[in-house]
C-alpha cells in the first residue's frame, strides 16, 4: 500500500499536497471549489475521505477530464465560474492561468471601453459601491490632526 501513495499528484498543472483528503486537495486548484470539488467526486464515485496520494492515475486522468469539461459530466452550469463568456457566449469553467488571464483580459476591455467599473479599477477606488468616505483610505491618518 505504502509504494502506491505519491507525495505530490499532477492535477490540470497544479501539484497537490498527496496527503490531504480528495476534497480538500482539489480545492487547492484555482478555480476549484468545495461545492465543486465534492460534485466531481459524486460525479466519478471517489470516496472523499480517501487520501488523494493513493487515487490511481486513471482517477486523476478522469478529474482532469472534469475539470475540462464539467458540462459533460452533468454538472450543473451554476457552479461554473464563467457563465455566458463575453467572446463566445458559452458556459465555460476555467482554472489556474487561464483564469487569470480572462480577469485581465475582461478588466482591461473595461478600462478601454472606460466603462464606470474600468475607470474605478484603474483608479483603484471600490467598484461595486462601497461608501469611501470612512473604509478605502490609502493613508494611514483618517480624521483631523490636533494642533499642539
Known sequence: MEDDFKHLVRISR???DGNKKIEQALTE???VGL???RS?????GLNTEKQIGYVAEDDVAKIEAVLEDPKEYNIPDWMLNRRNDYATGDDL???????????????????????YK???????LPVRGQRTKSTFRHSSTVGVSRRR
Open 93 to 115: 469553467h476555467l482554472i489556474e492561468s487561464d483564469l487569470d488571464m480572462t480577469l485581465r483580459d475582461d478588466l482591461n476591455r473595461m478600462k478601454k471601453t472606460r466603462s
Open 40 to 44: 466531481i467526486c459524486l460525479t466519478l
Open 29 to 31: 486548484i484555482k478555480g
Open 35 to 37: 461545492s465543486l470539488s
Open 118 to 124: 474600468g475607470r474605478r479599477h484603474e483608479v483603484g
Open 14 to 16: 497544479k501539484d497537490v
